[in-house]
């Protein structure tokens, strides 16, 4: 069996943990893995790794690759040209699979699932009935939640039921009512045969699947921005669903995370440091000390840029923080302060008007492109490890301790040569210092100034 792995989301219910260029998916605080790295892993029970497909986004593709290689694991990864929603990038990764009849499962990469027996049954039933119908994956409630869409199961099949309906996210009192009737909640988790897929796919969307004849550019260009669920399983007659009743959570709010966490005597869930006087049953995140009193049922998020303080009951509501701050064109909706990048991350400790201060990580055995600013210097500190530097045609170290200084309009590079990873703190200062100022001449991972105009096809980890 092979596996489409969506890794391309940009969802923000989990900020100030979570941003547009480094979303929930990648958060490692699932036993000390992310939900992108549970669900490969996932993958790799059914699916050799030469089976697997990940499709991302152009800013993730570097955070795909390097978490992969985090539990050892191997797949084939493309990178979409734009974020289209989940109907164009199924068509994208079944390109190549559209004259085979071994089933496909596809798998949101921010689902965090229990891989016990009945999730190994599921999977086998689906197999079975993969030849006649396009599967979904309908996981039986366990209370009434109205952050799910529901399916109602209709005529029963060998382990599965014909789809009856979807039905949208409702009402506490609807989905009450829904689970007294027997509907299950829609995981969004997929399984079905490319050739009946693409098939139902010409009758429900023809425009998508014509766009998708053409270069893959243009057919992302062309092709309307839709789901798998809107674009086909709602309009076909050939969708069958198969209960799941193993554990299973979108971690859609702190809410969902704070109930899939550890909880210590008092109820709370900490990952950091947490000081309680009276109180309980708090989300406390934070890499400083947390102090609280008398504090309940709260979500206390802290990061190095912004503080998240709501009721867990309210959780669901951050999506209106994330949008003020896009309406104002405020990038701490996007970015954290540490920014990851294909050689390693940077982290702003301080900024102001003609200045920046960074500590730059680079990965052992990478560097930084060939490169010059037009509008800033760079004085360049190293505090761990060893740097290779090259500045205005010129190649030396720089140890631990010692620095070297980069002006304005001078070619320059950063590596590590060494076998730990590399610390710099940086100085910038210029009238003008955004990432924008920047001129690559040459760089080992093919970076562009808008790369996600350019499709890219990575396999099994290489970066060419």
């Not at 049954?121 to 006649?132: F, N, P, R, S």
């Not at 098939?199 to 014509?210: F, I, N, T, V, Y």
């Not at 996007?334 to 050689?343: D, G, I, N």
């Not at 105009?453 to 290489?462: A, D, F, I």
Request: proline residues 6%.
């Amino acid at each position: 069996m092979k596996t489409l792995i969506l890794a391309g989301g940009r969802g923000t219910r989990l900020f100030p943990l979570s941003r547009s260029h480094f979303p929930k998916q990648f958060l490692q605080y699932f036993e000390g893995e992310s939900l992108f790295q549970k669900t490969l892993k996932r993958a790799l029970l059914f699916s050799a790794p030469d089976e697997v497909t990940v499709v991302t986004s152009a800013d993730h593709r570097f955070l795909v690759v390097d978490q992969m290689k985090g539990i050892g694991a191997e797949g084939r990864v493309l990178v979409e040209p734009e974020g289209k929603n989940t109907l164009p990038a199924v068509l994208y990764g079944l390109k190549d699979l559209a004259d085979t009849d071994e089933p496909v499962a596809v798998f949101p990469s921010d689902h965090l699932v229990e891989t016990d027996e009945a999730y190994g049954a599921a999977m086998k039933v689906a197999e079975c009935l993969a030849d006649d119908y396009l599967i979904t994956f309908g996981v039986t409630p366990r209370s009434p939640q109205t952050g799910y869409g529901y399916i109602r199961p209709g005529a029963p099949l060998d382990g599965g039921y014909r789809v009856d309906a979807f039905v949208e996210k409702p009402d506490l009192r609807t989905a009450e009512r829904y689970i007294a009737e027997g509907f299950l909640w829609n995981s969004g988790m997929f399984l079905f045969n490319p050739r009946l897929f693409l098939e139902e796919c010409r009758h429900c969307m023809p425009e998508a699947l014509s766009a998708f004849e053409k270069p893959t550019e243009e057919a992302f260009r062309l092709t309307p921005a839709i789901s798998v669920d809107y674009g086909v399983m709602e309009r076909t007659k050939r969708a069958a669903v198969v209960p799941l009743t193993s554990a299973w959570s979108d971690v859609g709010s702190f809410d969902a995370f704070y109930a899939l966490a550890e909880k210590d005597q008092k109820g709370n869930v900490v990952h950091g440091e947490h000081l309680g006087i009276d109180g309980g049953d708090n989300l406390i995140v934070s890499d400083r000390l947390v102090a609280t009193i008398g504090v309940s049922e709260m979500a206390i998020v802290d990061t190095r840029d912004v503080l998240l303080v709501c009721p867990k009951a309210e959780a669901q509501r951050v999506g209106e923080v994330v949008g003020t701050l896009q309406r104002r064109g405020d990038a701490r909706c996007e970015s954290h302060t540490t920014v990851f990048r294909p050689w390693g991350s940077y982290t702003t400790l301080e900024r102001g008007p003609s200045f920046s201060i960074k500590r730059i990580t680079v990965l052992p055995g990478r560097r930084l492109s060939l490169q010059l600013h037009h509008h800033r210097s760079e004085h360049w500190v190293v505090v761990r490890g060893t740097a290779l530097v090259s500045n205005n045609g010129e190649r030396f170290f720089v140890r631990s301790g010692e620095s070297t200084f980069v002006p304005a309009g001078v070619k320059h590079r950063l590596e590590n040569p060494g076998l730990i990873p590399l610390e710099v703190i940086e100085v910038q200062n210029g009238e003008h210092i955004t990432e924008n100022d920047i001129v690559r001449y040459d760089d080992d991972f093919k970076r562009e100034r808008r790369p996600e105009k350019r499709p890219t096809v990575l396999l099994n980890h290489t970066i060419h």
